[in-house]
């Protein structure tokens, strides 16, 4: 009896193991080499078909929730989406953007964008086809407005589309796009197109479009790779478009695989179990280098920064003060932290715009630091120890302030100096740290940063539609309240001239006068010390030697994949 | 024995009940799911207010568990996001064997955990078949030879083993068995995955990367379980029934394996038997670390995100598989001691 069971445990496991050897199929690896070994016997799809392919492994630390443009903004969505998806216009190294849907980008002086700036008109090359040869149209830019907007689709996000009115197409070259005011970020619109001859008859058949197998499954495409599988929590491969309507791709299969650890992302990265990882921590790059593998960091927009929070009704009282702002500013040495945790790989950040040098002028340099500057600013505001307590006091209130952000190892670090060195010149900061999910809950569900909880907080943040500058959570409008819980401004700041500021670049069109107000915001935000930069937060690649021709734009990141290529 | 089964079955339903409510009300206090939607970027004010009504979050609590437990087919819902009813609901419930849709992924929820459930038995599967192995072996053998310079060594050993964290012995038996020994021209192990691209998923590829995750997985319980044998085997070599059957000249192999091991087992099976429900939960760090697509990934990733209708379902499936094998372990109990009954 006994044996029997033991053998049926055995029998089990092996079935089990075959199973799921046979769930799915796979490709990829280091470098083009041979198929594998006849030995081997294959379960999955493809492999051994061919006597030699390209094949190169990636790994994502996060995994992609879908491969929908509409359903996820996510950013291993979005870079993912570049492999098997298009953009109207795409951005190079430099974050320039160059027509790649279009025939040209639309401009006051080529006749794109109309005088009063409320019509838009693309040009779509006519040589431009999805993977399975149907051409890509006015239509489906139609319809991937259409479906992004209609209430029916549960999308993550209905932003920038939402700005559009209604859109013409006299023609199958031609999308005409009609604005109520002039919407200044409209280069944030066509992230990724969705195939109007595949799904349109998918949302008639069941009203909506969050079911579709498409969302998942992304049969046809129009980027230089095809989705070919993709199994949760273990990997996705995507195979050359052999279809695809620019050069076609040197690599003949991108082999992504989720790997939620940094630690072992290193670990895969060294031993050749993988050529290219994203999203490293500074913490990683010495022994990536050590390894002989490249580091590679592109401005994408982002620095990590300290948000004040100057509330009449929920603030510490000192942080109204401006002079006790720039008093923190000097207080903390940014530049000595980067130095020593961030390794030198990043700068202290200026400005909110660090990373849009022409937005970015005059640039804005950092407060110095400066503790006796700082202790004096403090003194002359009123702040002094009167109790001898080592924290500094006004009016029988103890100068103690709370700094909030998420768990990220990298922030505690930057907490505990920030406390050390504030503790310094009297200032007693307490550390919190929550989950995202819990840091981030809105006003109504009692999250932290919306409930007026935090003097300080902090996250990494870019310009909304980076690279286009556009903020809006400054706006008086945003603080949320009662009747309006999930208001973004959760620094409770109404600053009318920075209010008027926002508002008006986020209806300039013409770079030149949007770039004048913009400056105005800068030169605001650095003087009111609303916002200070603690590190650029560029994306940090590690490309291994065996990747040739590689280059990342902080916008679309694989704007040159197709000159990607393998050495042997 | 029957009529047991279906009492203690029958038990299990306001258990399970009253275990669903207690965790849905703490996972619907976690965060707020729509915060992370947007990634890096902060999700918009617009629609974080559209997305809660679409998704039925504006619903007060009893009414969301209400829908999760028994469905919204019998009333409209707001499928828009307009604040209006306008559809019939089609979710059916849990109870009608439909644990909703990822608010992530948007993925059935049994689709998710079904995609996961494999992976995870055989790596969890394996590392409880080489813990208990071992551990007997190591067990019985210390207890033989007990304070010997063996013995004393293999307890110092094991309570290195015991002590160490889990992410450490990861890390650490990636970093000599996979990196180092490649660097050394040594066979080597694979660091992360369950197979290597270039060769495909085949069998023999699942079991070479199961290798440093089944090792890690296996020497805290291994640890464990083997002092716990050591104990249960002396205490069983010490009564009068084995020392009856010594006396009778019965030959040493036959006492120990045949006498004393079958009743030092019963203490172990209890420990098997309720470790068992949880090896569907997974490993979470483990999975995390060898990038095993598993149960405790899955976990991991959508409780972090405030997923709960893949949490509860992962939660309630453990649950269950609690009850069931406890049950089970009762059974089991009797087969391996006939004086046990339950009637």
Request: charged share 20%.
């Amino acid at each position: 009896m006994k044996r029997n069971l033991s053998l049926l445990c055995s029998v089990l496991m092996m079935a089990a193991i075959m199973l799921t050897a046979c769930g799915g199929g796979g490709g990829g690896g280091g470098a083009a080499t041979p198929a594998a070994s006849e030995s081997d016997s294959k379960t999955g799809s493809e492999y051994g078909s061919a006597a030699e392919k390209k094949v190169a492994t990636f790994i994502w630390v996060q995994e992609f929730t879908t491969l929908s443009p509409l359903y996820s903004t996510g950013w291993f969505t979005s870079i993912t989406r570049q492999f098997w998806n298009c953009w109207a216009w795409q951005y190079d190294e430099n974050n320039k953007p160059y027509p790649y849907l279009v025939t040209e980008i639309p401009s006051f002086e080529n006749g794109g964008i109309s005088e009063d700036g409320l019509v838009i008109t693309l040009h779509l090359r006519d040589d431009i086809k999805w993977s399975d040869g149907e051409p890509i149209t006015s239509d489906d830019f139609k319809f991937t407005w259409e479906m992004t907007i209609d209430p029916k689709n549960v999308v993550s996000s209905t932003y920038p589309y939402d700005n559009v009115v209604s859109i013409d197409t006299p023609d199958a070259q031609t999308v005409v796009m009609n604005f109520e005011t002039p919407f200044a970020p409209w280069q944030s619109l066509w992230q990724g197109m969705v195939p109007a001859h595949i799904l349109r008859p998918v949302f008639e058949a069941d009203g909506t479009l969050d079911n579709a197998e498409w969302n998942n499954n992304p049969s046809v495409g129009c980027g230089p790779y095809n989705f070919a599988e993709w199994e949760s929590g273990s990997f996705a491969r995507f195979v050359r478009n052999d279809n695809f309507f620019n050069a076609p791709a040197k690599i003949d299969e991108i082999f992504i695989r989720f790997v939620p650890d940094d630690a072992s992302q290193t670990a895969a990265l060294v031993a050749g179990d993988a050529l290219l990882g994203a999203f490293i921590p500074y913490s990683e790059a010495a022994k990536l280098k050590d390894a002989g593998i490249t580091i590679m960091t592109q401005p994408s927009g982002y620095n990590e920064g300290l948000f004040f929070q100057v509330s009449e009704e929920f603030s510490h009282p000192a942080m109204l003060d401006v002079n006790v702002r720039k008093a923190i500013a000097m207080s903390i040495d940014f530049d000595s932290f980067n130095q020593d945790v961030n390794l030198g790989l990043v700068q202290t950040p200026g400005s909110f715009w660090d990373s849009l040098p022409f937005y970015n002028d005059p640039a804005m340099e950092p407060y110095p630091y400066d503790p006796e500057a700082a202790k004096k600013l403090l003194d002359e505001a009123g702040w002094v120890d009167s109790n001898g307590d080592g924290t500094r006091d006004k009016e029988g209130v103890e100068f103690v302030i709370q700094h909030g952000t998420t768990t990220r190892d990298v922030r505690q670090e930057f907490q505990a100096v920030a406390q050390q060195q504030l503790a310094e010149v009297g200032i007693k900061l307490e550390i919190l740290n929550y989950d995202s999910d819990i840091f981030w809950g809105t006003y109504a569900d009692g999250g932290p940063t919306y409930t007026g909880e935090l003097d300080l907080q902090e996250w990494s943040d870019a310009p909304y539609g980076f690279p286009d500058p556009d903020v809006y959570y400054w706006l008086c409008s945003e603080m949320p309240n009662n009747d309006y819980p999930s208001g973004s401004n959760s620094f409770f700041l109404c600053d009318e001239e920075l209010d008027a500021l926002v508002q008006l670049q986020s209806t300039q069109l013409d770079p030149a006068e949007r770039q004048k107000t913009i400056s105005q915001i800068n030169q605001i935000f650095h003087d009111k010390v609303y916002w200070l930069g603690i590190w650029q937060d560029p994306d940090v690649w590690a490309v291994s030697p065996k990747l040739t021709g590689v280059k990342f734009s902080g916008v679309t990141p694989f704007f040159n994949i197709t000159e990607w290529d393998l050495t042997q | 024995m029957f009529r047991y089964v279906i009492k203690r079955l029958l038990e299990g339903i306001p258990l399970l009940f009253f275990i669903s409510l207690i965790l849905f009300l703490l996972m619907m206090n976690v965060g707020d799911p729509i915060a992370t939607m947007g990634g890096r970027t902060i999700t918009r004010p617009e629609d974080r207010e559209r997305l809660k009504r679409q998704l039925g979050l504006d619903k007060p609590i009893i009414v969301q568990y209400a829908y999760w437990l028994a469905g919204n087919d019998w009333t409209t819902v707001d499928v828009d996001g307009d604040g209006v009813p306008d559809k019939q609901g089609t979710r059916k419930g849990i109870l009608r064997g439909d644990f909703g849709t990822s608010l992530v992924t948007k993925k059935p929820v049994t689709e998710l955990v079904g995609e996961r459930i494999p992976n995870t038995l055989i790596l969890m599967v394996a590392a409880e078949v080489v813990t208990i192995l071992f551990a007997m072996l190591l067990g019985i053998y210390s207890a033989l030879r007990q304070y010997s310079a063996m013995d004393n060594f293999m307890t110092t050993l094991l309570f290195v083993a015991y002590s160490m964290p889990i992410f450490f012995v990861s890390l650490a038996s990636m970093y000599v068995f996979a990196i180092l020994f490649k660097r050394w021209g040594l066979p080597y192990l694979p660091t992360v995955g369950m197979f290597d691209p270039q060769v495909g998923k085949t069998a023999s590829q699942i079991l070479s990367h199961m290798v440093l995750p089944v090792f890690t997985l296996s020497v805290p319980y291994f640890a464990a379980y083997s002092r716990y044998i050591r104990g249960t085997m002396l205490e069983v070599m010490n009564q009068d029934y084995v020392r009856t059957a010594k006396s009778k000249g019965l030959p040493r192999r036959q006492v120990v394996y045949i006498h004393a091991l079958k009743n030092a087992a019963m203490p172990i099976v209890t420990v098997v038997g309720l470790d068992l429900p949880f090896l569907l939960g997974g490993a979470v760090v483990t999975e995390r670390i060898f990038a095993w697509p598993g149960m405790g990934r899955l976990f991991f990733d959508h409780v972090s995100r405030s997923d709960l209708p893949v949490v509860m379902g992962i939660l309630m499936l453990v649950a269950v598989a609690v009850v069931l094998f406890q049950i089970l372990t009762d059974v089991f109990y009797a087969w391996l001691d006939p004086r046990i009954r339950y009637d």
